[in-house]
């Protein structure tokens, strides 16, 4: 059984860069055929696909945010990270990590809420 | 890529029928059978119920089920009970490696 957990700082200051981690236990990240990916939800929105990436290093980005996104993967420490960079008070969100197969989300992580404020 | 539109709400009573729609376009749910829904309880992790317009993973419940029509997907609730209350969103590929998600909607039991 796959398991994802986020962590991130929390609270980030406009302007600032926001990193973000999702761990992945109970099953193996090198295997191919799959995508990790990242989703947010801001307060009382829905859900947005921020993009993806395959333990390759294979990177999908949304277009709307490809300028500001970074993913990269560290197979080693069984780790998918995301950065946002410039990120404003409309980037505060929840954020979720999710094993992508067959064109689908099927495991996900909790979500960190992560908080863009001076 | 804009969101795949979902009605804000839908609602039934215990025991009847609720169906969600997910209407885009040829470019995205009439293109691809990539299509997929999330069941989502507030401050919980969204959970995979439908994926490829129409499959279950194991151990949903054949209560639901998906299907499509043109540039719309549907998904169905039947057998209404009080834990399906909860918000749902589809999702479909867009091609060019890309995905979208819909504008969600809230399921009602009444």
């Known amino acids: 059984q796959v398991q994802l957990q986020e962590s991130g700082p929390g609270l980030v200051k406009p302007s600032q860069t926001l990193p973000l981690t999702c761990t992945v236990s109970?099953?193996?990240?090198?295997?191919?055929?799959?995508?990790w990916t990242w989703i947010r939800q801001p307060a009382g929105k829905g859900l947005e696909w921020i993009g993806r990436?395959?333990?390759?290093?294979?990177?999908n980005y949304n277009p709307s945010l490809q300028s500001r996104v970074t993913m990269s993967v560290d197979t080693s420490k069984r780790q998918i990270s995301l950065i946002l960079s410039s990120v404003t008070a409309a980037d505060t969100a929840v954020y979720y990590c999710?094993?992508?197969?067959?064109?689908?989300?099927?495991?996900w992580g909790q979500g960190t809420l992560v908080t863009v404020s001076s | 890529q804009s969101a795949l539109t979902q009605p804000p709400s839908a609602s039934g009573s215990p025991g009847q029928s609720v169906t969600i729609s997910c209407t885009g376009t040829?470019?995205?749910?009439?293109?691809?059978?990539?299509v997929s829904w999330y069941q989502h309880y507030p401050g919980k992790a969204p959970k995979l119920m439908i994926y490829?317009?129409?499959k279950r993973p194991s151990g949903v419940p054949n209560r639901f089920s998906g299907s499509k029509s043109g540039n719309t997907a549907s998904l169905t609730v039947s057998g209404l009970q009080a834990e399906d209350e909860a918000d749902y969103y589809c999702?479909?590929?867009?091609?060019?490696?890309?995905?979208?998600f819909g504008t969600g909607t809230k399921v009602t039991v009444l």
């Open positions: 999710a094993k992508n197969e067959h064109g689908a989300l099927d495991y």
């Open positions: 109970g099953g193996s990240i090198s295997s191919g055929g799959y995508f």
């Open positions: 990436i395959n333990n390759s290093g294979r990177t």
């Open positions: 040829s470019s995205d749910v009439g293109g691809y059978n990539f």
């Open positions: 490829e317009v129409s």
């Open positions: 999702s479909s590929y867009v091609g060019s490696e890309i995905y979208v």
